[in-house]
């Protein structure tokens, strides 16, 4: 039995639960205009890479800035995200192989469009998917980490060069 103390809990957490939805949209159209003002050939620019849509955009934007001068080139921007993978080892045994600490935010939003790029048809993105987790049997969740881990690569060429993404062919066009 349901009663009238519960139903007003019930109540004041689905106003609570709005709230913070209202908040978290006026958040975002904040940041959706702050970067259309300043930064709009680097946000469109970043959303021509798959798996990467406005609020991804927006959120790289916010993390990494435009400006890729503080990165001497792409590998230092993957370790200072914490997406390079760690090789403690002495004496032959291996110790840890998981990735490195860094920004958990950025890292977190480049996991989630990982995830979309690797179901997105006939990209590079899913065709490394596929073949890192079907062909060589890797784990599903290794194989995200490493594209995430690529895109920020094409992130910091897009930031640095100014140019659209571009997808890698690799051999599909050899013979």
């Not at 790289?60 to 760690?86: C, K, N, Q, Y």
């Not at 032959?92 to 790029?117: F, Q, S, V």
Request: proline share 2%; hydrophobic share 40%.
């Amino acid at each position: 039995v349901i009663s009238d103390t519960d139903i007003d809990v019930m109540r004041q957490l689905r106003e609570e639960v709005e709230l913070a939805e209202k908040h978290k949209d006026e958040c975002q159209s904040k940041m959706d205009a702050i970067c259309r003002q300043y930064f709009p050939d680097q946000l469109k620019n970043l959303q021509t890479i798959p798996g990467i849509k406005g609020r991804s955009a927006t959120a790289i934007i916010a993390e990494v800035g435009t400006d890729m001068s503080s990165f001497e080139d792409a590998a230092h921007l993957v370790s200072w995200a914490g997406l390079r993978p760690r090789n403690d080892e002495s004496a032959g045994r291996i110790k840890a192989r998981g990735i490195t600490h860094g920004n958990k935010y950025l890292r977190k939003t480049l996991i989630e469009c990982a995830w979309g790029a690797s179901r997105t048809r006939g990209c590079f993105y899913s065709r490394f998917s596929h073949h890192q987790t079907v062909v060589r049997r890797k784990s599903r969740m290794k194989v995200q980490v490493a594209i995430a881990r690529k895109m920020l690569s094409a992130i910091w060429f897009i930031l640095h060069d100014g140019v659209a993404y571009r997808d890698f062919e690799g051999d599909a066009n050899a013979a």
